[in-house]
Protein backbone atom coordinates (compact mmCIF):
# COMPACT_ATOMS: atom_id res chain seq x y z
CA UNK A 1 0.00 0.00 0.00
CA UNK A 2 1.31 3.21 -1.07
CA UNK A 3 2.15 5.63 2.18
CA UNK A 4 -0.58 8.50 3.12
CA UNK A 5 0.75 11.86 2.61
CA UNK A 6 -0.64 15.30 3.44
CA UNK A 7 -2.70 15.33 0.10
CA UNK A 8 -4.44 11.93 1.14
CA UNK A 9 -5.62 13.09 4.44
CA UNK A 10 -8.77 15.17 3.37
CA UNK A 11 -11.40 16.86 5.81
CA UNK A 12 -14.08 14.64 6.84
CA UNK A 13 -12.07 10.95 6.28
CA UNK A 14 -12.50 8.77 9.28
CA UNK A 15 -10.53 6.18 9.36
CA UNK A 16 -11.56 2.89 12.39
CA UNK A 17 -8.87 1.21 13.21
CA UNK A 18 -9.43 -1.93 15.84
CA UNK A 19 -11.20 -3.49 17.69
CA UNK A 20 -8.49 -4.53 20.39
CA UNK A 21 -8.86 -6.26 23.71
CA UNK A 22 -7.68 -4.78 26.83
CA UNK A 23 -7.27 -6.75 29.62
CA UNK A 24 -7.07 -6.69 33.26
CA UNK A 25 -3.58 -7.05 33.39
CA UNK A 26 -2.20 -5.10 31.05
CA UNK A 27 -4.31 -2.45 32.93
CA UNK A 28 -2.80 -3.12 36.09
CA UNK A 29 0.81 -3.32 34.85
CA UNK A 30 0.96 -0.07 33.25
CA UNK A 31 -0.94 1.49 36.27
CA UNK A 32 1.72 -0.07 38.27
CA UNK A 33 4.18 1.90 36.26
CA UNK A 34 3.07 4.76 35.32
CA UNK A 35 0.13 6.06 36.98
CA UNK A 36 0.03 3.79 40.75
CA UNK A 37 -3.34 5.39 42.10
CA UNK A 38 -5.53 2.31 43.59
CA UNK A 39 -8.94 3.13 41.44
CA UNK A 40 -6.65 1.80 38.70
CA UNK A 41 -5.06 -1.07 40.92
CA UNK A 42 -7.22 -2.85 42.97
CA UNK A 43 -10.65 -3.99 42.48
CA UNK A 44 -11.81 -2.88 46.12
CA UNK A 45 -10.33 0.77 46.19
CA UNK A 46 -11.74 1.03 42.21
CA UNK A 47 -15.34 0.81 43.57
CA UNK A 48 -14.78 3.34 46.38
CA UNK A 49 -13.52 5.65 43.73
CA UNK A 50 -15.36 8.10 41.38
CA UNK A 51 -14.94 5.03 38.69
CA UNK A 52 -16.80 3.11 40.53
CA UNK A 53 -14.63 0.08 39.68
CA UNK A 54 -11.78 -1.11 38.25
CA UNK A 55 -10.57 1.19 34.88
CA UNK A 56 -7.20 2.03 32.90
CA UNK A 57 -5.12 5.28 33.61
CA UNK A 58 -6.46 7.98 31.33
CA UNK A 59 -3.06 7.54 30.17
CA UNK A 60 -2.95 4.36 29.25
CA UNK A 61 -6.12 4.55 26.87
CA UNK A 62 -3.65 7.35 24.99
CA UNK A 63 -0.90 5.08 25.08
CA UNK A 64 -3.40 2.52 23.33
CA UNK A 65 -4.23 5.07 20.68
CA UNK A 66 -1.61 5.91 19.97
CA UNK A 67 -0.47 2.14 18.89
CA UNK A 68 -3.75 1.67 17.35
CA UNK A 69 -2.77 4.93 15.29
CA UNK A 70 0.97 3.75 14.57
CA UNK A 71 -0.11 0.30 13.40
CA UNK A 72 -3.17 1.87 11.51
CA UNK A 73 -2.23 4.74 9.67
CA UNK A 74 0.91 6.49 11.39
CA UNK A 75 3.55 4.12 10.50
CA UNK A 76 2.45 3.58 6.78
CA UNK A 77 1.93 7.55 5.85
CA UNK A 78 4.52 10.48 5.70
CA UNK A 79 3.81 11.91 9.42
CA UNK A 80 6.87 13.62 11.34
CA UNK A 81 5.33 13.49 14.54
CA UNK A 82 3.11 16.29 16.47
CA UNK A 83 3.66 18.97 18.61
CA UNK A 84 1.34 18.43 20.81
CA UNK A 85 -2.20 17.96 21.84
CA UNK A 86 -5.32 19.74 22.74
CA UNK A 87 -8.43 18.88 24.98
CA UNK A 88 -7.95 15.41 26.22
CA UNK A 89 -11.00 14.27 27.32
CA UNK A 90 -11.53 10.56 29.45
CA UNK A 91 -15.71 10.80 29.22
CA UNK A 92 -16.14 7.18 30.69
CA UNK A 93 -13.89 4.58 32.53
CA UNK A 94 -12.31 2.25 30.27
CA UNK A 95 -12.86 -1.38 31.96
CA UNK A 96 -11.11 -4.59 31.72
CA UNK A 97 -12.62 -6.47 29.07
CA UNK A 98 -13.77 -3.82 26.51
CA UNK A 99 -12.61 -4.01 23.15
CA UNK A 100 -11.77 -0.72 22.03
CA UNK A 101 -11.89 0.58 18.60
CA UNK A 102 -10.11 4.10 17.70
CA UNK A 103 -12.10 6.46 14.85
CA UNK A 104 -9.78 9.06 13.66
CA UNK A 105 -11.66 12.28 12.07
CA UNK A 106 -9.68 14.44 9.35
CA UNK A 107 -11.03 17.91 11.01
CA UNK A 108 -8.81 20.56 8.58
CA UNK A 109 -5.50 20.51 6.64
CA UNK A 110 -3.27 23.52 6.15
CA UNK A 111 0.18 23.70 3.97
CA UNK A 112 2.97 24.92 5.60
CA UNK A 113 3.68 28.36 4.53
CA UNK A 114 7.19 28.37 5.19
CA UNK A 115 8.28 24.74 4.83
CA UNK A 116 6.67 23.55 1.07
CA UNK A 117 7.73 20.01 1.77
CA UNK A 118 4.73 20.12 4.60
CA UNK A 119 1.59 20.45 6.19
CA UNK A 120 -0.67 20.08 9.19
CA UNK A 121 -3.16 17.62 9.48
CA UNK A 122 -5.63 18.36 12.55
CA UNK A 123 -7.69 15.59 13.67
CA UNK A 124 -10.23 14.66 15.90
CA UNK A 125 -9.52 10.71 17.67
CA UNK A 126 -11.92 8.74 19.38
CA UNK A 127 -11.34 5.57 21.40
CA UNK A 128 -14.60 3.63 21.38
CA UNK A 129 -16.05 1.07 23.94
CA UNK A 130 -17.99 -2.34 22.52
CA UNK A 131 -21.01 -0.30 22.48
CA UNK A 132 -19.52 2.66 19.96
CA UNK A 133 -19.45 4.76 23.09
CA UNK A 134 -16.40 7.28 23.47
CA UNK A 135 -14.43 6.51 26.06
CA UNK A 136 -11.99 9.26 25.58
CA UNK A 137 -11.45 11.79 22.82
CA UNK A 138 -9.29 14.38 22.20
CA UNK A 139 -7.92 16.67 19.11
CA UNK A 140 -4.32 16.93 17.61
CA UNK A 141 -2.35 18.22 14.27
CA UNK A 142 -0.09 16.10 12.91
CA UNK A 143 2.89 16.88 10.64
CA UNK A 144 2.78 15.97 7.01
CA UNK A 145 5.17 15.42 4.40
CA UNK A 146 3.50 16.40 1.07
CA UNK A 147 3.99 14.48 -2.22
CA UNK A 148 7.40 15.58 -3.94
CA UNK A 149 5.51 17.03 -6.90
CA UNK A 150 3.17 18.81 -4.85
CA UNK A 151 5.78 20.39 -3.21
CA UNK A 152 7.73 21.27 -5.99
CA UNK A 153 8.30 25.18 -6.39
CA UNK B 1 2.68 13.86 56.63
CA UNK B 2 -0.88 14.60 56.51
CA UNK B 3 -2.60 14.36 53.27
CA UNK B 4 -2.95 17.48 51.09
CA UNK B 5 -6.45 18.46 50.44
CA UNK B 6 -8.33 21.04 47.95
CA UNK B 7 -7.59 23.67 50.55
CA UNK B 8 -3.49 23.07 50.58
CA UNK B 9 -3.56 23.81 47.06
CA UNK B 10 -3.54 27.74 46.88
CA UNK B 11 -3.02 29.23 43.65
CA UNK B 12 0.51 30.52 43.13
CA UNK B 13 1.75 27.08 45.09
CA UNK B 14 4.42 25.35 43.53
CA UNK B 15 5.30 21.62 43.97
CA UNK B 16 9.22 20.49 42.45
CA UNK B 17 9.41 16.37 41.97
CA UNK B 18 12.44 14.73 40.64
CA UNK B 19 14.67 14.47 39.33
CA UNK B 20 14.45 11.50 37.73
CA UNK B 21 17.02 9.86 34.94
CA UNK B 22 15.16 9.14 32.04
CA UNK B 23 17.57 6.10 29.94
CA UNK B 24 17.96 5.58 26.51
CA UNK B 25 16.68 1.78 27.15
CA UNK B 26 13.03 2.68 28.86
CA UNK B 27 12.67 5.26 25.87
CA UNK B 28 13.35 2.56 23.75
CA UNK B 29 11.18 0.01 25.18
CA UNK B 30 7.89 2.04 25.76
CA UNK B 31 8.29 3.16 21.96
CA UNK B 32 8.72 -0.42 21.18
CA UNK B 33 4.99 -1.23 23.15
CA UNK B 34 2.67 1.97 22.66
CA UNK B 35 4.57 4.22 20.14
CA UNK B 36 6.61 2.49 17.60
CA UNK B 37 7.83 5.43 15.02
CA UNK B 38 11.70 4.55 14.30
CA UNK B 39 12.44 8.36 15.46
CA UNK B 40 11.63 6.79 19.24
CA UNK B 41 12.98 3.41 18.32
CA UNK B 42 16.36 4.07 16.26
CA UNK B 43 19.22 6.61 16.55
CA UNK B 44 19.86 6.63 13.04
CA UNK B 45 16.26 7.10 12.08
CA UNK B 46 16.01 9.49 14.84
CA UNK B 47 18.90 11.58 12.96
CA UNK B 48 16.98 12.04 10.07
CA UNK B 49 13.55 13.36 11.77
CA UNK B 50 12.78 16.23 13.05
CA UNK B 51 13.41 15.48 16.41
CA UNK B 52 17.55 15.06 14.78
CA UNK B 53 18.29 12.25 17.11
CA UNK B 54 16.71 9.57 19.12
CA UNK B 55 14.25 11.05 21.91
CA UNK B 56 11.15 9.84 23.88
CA UNK B 57 7.83 9.59 22.61
CA UNK B 58 6.03 12.81 23.92
CA UNK B 59 3.50 9.94 25.91
CA UNK B 60 6.06 8.56 27.07
CA UNK B 61 7.10 12.12 28.76
CA UNK B 62 3.09 11.96 29.93
CA UNK B 63 3.75 8.77 31.81
CA UNK B 64 6.48 9.90 33.49
CA UNK B 65 5.07 12.95 35.02
CA UNK B 66 1.90 11.19 35.96
CA UNK B 67 4.22 8.67 37.92
CA UNK B 68 6.58 11.58 39.28
CA UNK B 69 3.22 13.42 40.03
CA UNK B 70 1.74 10.19 42.01
CA UNK B 71 4.92 9.65 43.78
CA UNK B 72 5.48 13.15 44.82
CA UNK B 73 2.26 14.48 45.86
CA UNK B 74 -0.64 13.29 43.71
CA UNK B 75 -1.11 9.38 46.29
CA UNK B 76 -0.62 11.75 49.35
CA UNK B 77 -3.07 14.09 48.56
CA UNK B 78 -7.29 13.68 48.19
CA UNK B 79 -6.69 13.21 44.30
CA UNK B 80 -10.28 11.55 43.02
CA UNK B 81 -8.67 11.90 38.95
CA UNK B 82 -8.93 14.13 36.20
CA UNK B 83 -11.63 14.55 33.37
CA UNK B 84 -8.70 15.08 30.90
CA UNK B 85 -6.14 17.27 30.02
CA UNK B 86 -5.64 20.13 28.22
CA UNK B 87 -2.74 21.59 25.84
CA UNK B 88 -0.04 19.33 26.13
CA UNK B 89 3.00 20.60 24.10
CA UNK B 90 5.70 18.75 23.58
CA UNK B 91 8.59 21.82 23.38
CA UNK B 92 12.02 20.09 23.11
CA UNK B 93 13.40 16.43 22.22
CA UNK B 94 13.41 14.62 25.38
CA UNK B 95 17.13 12.58 25.11
CA UNK B 96 18.05 9.67 26.81
CA UNK B 97 20.53 10.52 29.74
CA UNK B 98 18.53 13.45 30.99
CA UNK B 99 17.33 14.46 34.53
CA UNK B 100 13.78 15.54 34.65
CA UNK B 101 12.05 17.43 36.85
CA UNK B 102 8.55 18.28 37.64
CA UNK B 103 7.03 21.57 38.35
CA UNK B 104 2.99 21.62 39.03
CA UNK B 105 2.07 25.14 39.70
CA UNK B 106 -1.46 25.75 40.92
CA UNK B 107 -2.98 28.22 38.37
CA UNK B 108 -6.36 28.13 40.06
CA UNK B 109 -8.97 26.55 42.32
CA UNK B 110 -13.06 25.94 42.31
CA UNK B 111 -14.97 24.59 45.00
CA UNK B 112 -18.09 22.27 43.44
CA UNK B 113 -21.35 23.91 43.48
CA UNK B 114 -23.22 20.95 43.47
CA UNK B 115 -20.65 18.33 45.36
CA UNK B 116 -19.75 20.08 48.80
CA UNK B 117 -17.23 17.45 49.23
CA UNK B 118 -14.93 18.44 46.46
CA UNK B 119 -13.75 21.03 44.40
CA UNK B 120 -11.26 21.37 41.32
CA UNK B 121 -7.97 22.54 41.58
CA UNK B 122 -6.30 23.79 37.73
CA UNK B 123 -2.75 23.06 37.81
CA UNK B 124 0.44 23.71 35.10
CA UNK B 125 2.62 20.39 34.95
CA UNK B 126 6.04 21.88 33.58
CA UNK B 127 8.89 18.71 33.08
CA UNK B 128 12.21 20.49 32.55
CA UNK B 129 15.47 18.85 31.55
CA UNK B 130 19.08 19.53 33.33
CA UNK B 131 19.30 22.49 31.91
CA UNK B 132 15.55 23.88 33.29
CA UNK B 133 14.40 24.29 30.02
CA UNK B 134 10.99 22.44 29.31
CA UNK B 135 10.64 19.46 27.65
CA UNK B 136 6.68 19.27 27.77
CA UNK B 137 4.20 21.44 29.61
CA UNK B 138 0.09 20.80 30.01
CA UNK B 139 -2.45 21.92 32.14
CA UNK B 140 -5.41 19.91 33.72
CA UNK B 141 -8.17 20.40 36.81
CA UNK B 142 -7.49 17.86 39.80
CA UNK B 143 -10.79 16.78 41.22
CA UNK B 144 -9.71 17.01 45.07
CA UNK B 145 -11.70 16.44 48.04
CA UNK B 146 -11.85 19.11 50.70
CA UNK B 147 -11.67 18.85 54.28
CA UNK B 148 -14.68 17.47 56.37
CA UNK B 149 -15.09 20.28 58.41
CA UNK B 150 -14.91 22.70 55.06
CA UNK B 151 -17.75 20.62 53.06
CA UNK B 152 -19.95 20.21 56.47
CA UNK B 153 -23.03 22.52 55.73
Given at each position: ????????FT????????????TREEIVAFAAEFDPQPMHLDEEAARASILGGLAASGWHTCCLMMRMACDGFVLNSSSMGAPGVDEV???????????????TTV???RASNSRPEMGFVKIRMDVL??????VMTLTTSMIMGRRAEAAAP
Open positions: MTKRTFEDPGLVIENGPRLVKWLKPLRPGTNITLQLDTDDDREP
